[in-house]
């Protein structure tokens, strides 16, 4: 059984950093089929995608926030943390970790909501 | 990047009834190695999505066959054939042939 969770702060005060932890079972993240993402949802809104790695250590984010993206991963504890500076009230979201293989995000986390206010 | 642009965006519906939501991509979605790289996900009321179509027309596991995908390079359907109450919610598509993956609006469908 596959299953993906989410943790980390709820709220995070404005230029603070944002740590995220995607914690996994059932599968391993050790070759360059499988993945796991990051995606996140403003209330209300729609899902914005944000960075993904690879089992085999490959990386890639969104252009337009790599500047403040870090994603890393843990095989021996199927963790994966996504770190994200300095933060702003717009990045107020749903935050979700999904594994991608076969080309497609065929698991989702549960998500995780982070306030960023003062 | 790639937009993503589906209609409609809300779609009421009568249960037992079709119906149909369009997904159109900025940029051709299909690969070199002969599939389109347009998945549908369902986010139902207060859960996280699901995914209901790979590669443009391929169900994944567990998904009912009343649900299906077509269409190829930058025009997609998903249909429903006949609408029950469990299929609330909000439809994504998403483009993944090119970094950053991106996102449909949503199409809200809900029950007459």
């Known amino acids: 059984q596959i299953t993906l969770k989410e943790s980390g702060p709820t709220l995070v005060i404005p230029t603070q950093t944002l740590t995220l932890t995607c914690t996994f079972s059932g599968f391993s993240l050790i070759t360059g089929e499988v993945a796991v993402g990051w995606i996140r949802q403003p209330p209300g809104q729609g899902l914005e995608w944000l960075a993904l790695i690879y089992g085999n250590g490959d990386k890639v984010y969104r252009p337009s926030l790599k500047s403040r993206l870090t994603i890393t991963k843990d095989t021996s504890k199927n963790q994966v943390v996504l770190i994200m500076t300095n933060m702003d009230p717009v990045d107020t979201a749903t935050y979700y970790c999904?594994?991608?293989?076969?080309?497609?995000?065929?698991?989702w986390g549960q998500g995780t909501l982070v306030t960023v206010s003062s | 990047d790639i937009v993503m642009t589906q209609s409609p965006l809300s779609l009421p519906v009568t249960p037992g009834e079709p119906a149909s939501i369009s997904c159109r991509s900025s940029?051709?979605?299909?690969?070199?190695?002969?599939?389109?790289?347009l998945d549908w996900y369902l986010q139902k009321p207060g859960q996280s999505p699901q995914l209901l179509i790979s590669?443009?027309?391929n169900r994944a596991s567990g998904v009912p066959d009343r649900f299906s995908g077509s269409g190829s390079g930058t025009d997609f359907t998903l249909k429903i054939s006949r609408v029950e109450a469990e299929d609330v919610g909000v439809y994504f598509c998403m483009q993944s042939i090119q970094i950053p993956h991106t996102f449909g609006q949503g199409t809200k469908l809900e029950i007459k």
């Open positions: 940029q051709s979605l299909l690969h070199n190695k002969g599939y389109d790289f």
């Open positions: 590669l443009g027309s």
């Open positions: 999904a594994r991608r293989q076969s080309v497609t995000y065929g698991f």
